[in-house]
């Protein structure tokens, strides 16, 4: 699985109540407790714990080694309701390509290299006066933000 290893700023007890959100997010009021829903959780609680950024396409490789009639949607579906839960960041890279990654309750934002799409978390943000600021500028209530910036790693400039 080409799962890319990074730094995280997960601590363990953040990843344990990361790890209880996500299987409790699965067994949610409504929801059917499925085998492969179960899986899912499991292999998302690995990745979280191991600070490995993912691919819904290699997730997906990875568990139809344990099921192989798992669908793909059936993946894409759990890793969307997780990212709208706030329990999976969805990055952006500068070629419109993406990666999924858990990083837990800590509000920051990512640093991504353009040319081989390293990710750094990075703890700076847009102040709230800045906020009200451009909302007021552009007659917009805004409701949250996310920022992304993009450059060329150590490595690749050399």
Excluded at 78 to 95: G, P
Aim: net charge negative; aromatic share 6%.
């Amino acid at each position: 699985m080409a799962l890319l290893e990074k730094p995280s700023m997960n601590t363990d007890s953040n990843l344990a109540t990361l790890t209880e959100k996500i299987r409790a997010a699965f067994e949610e009021k409504g929801r059917r407790k499925t085998q492969p829903r179960q899986r899912i959780a499991d292999r998302l609680a690995e990745l979280a714990a191991s600070g490995q950024d993912f691919s819904v396409e290699d997730l997906w490789h990875d568990l139809q080694q344990f099921d192989p009639p798992l669908g793909r949607a059936t993946v894409f579906r759990a890793v969307e309701m997780l990212v709208n839960l706030e329990l999976l960041n969805r990055i952006e890279f500068s070629d419109g390509s993406h990666t999924y990654r858990a990083c837990g309750d800590n509000h920051h934002h990512h640093l991504t290299c353009t040319k081989c799409h390293r990710i750094v978390d990075v703890d700076v943000c847009v102040s709230e006066t800045e906020m009200a600021d451009i909302g007021q500028k552009n007659d917009f209530e805004i409701a949250g933000h996310s920022l992304v910036l993009f450059g060329l790693c150590a490595d690749c400039r050399e």
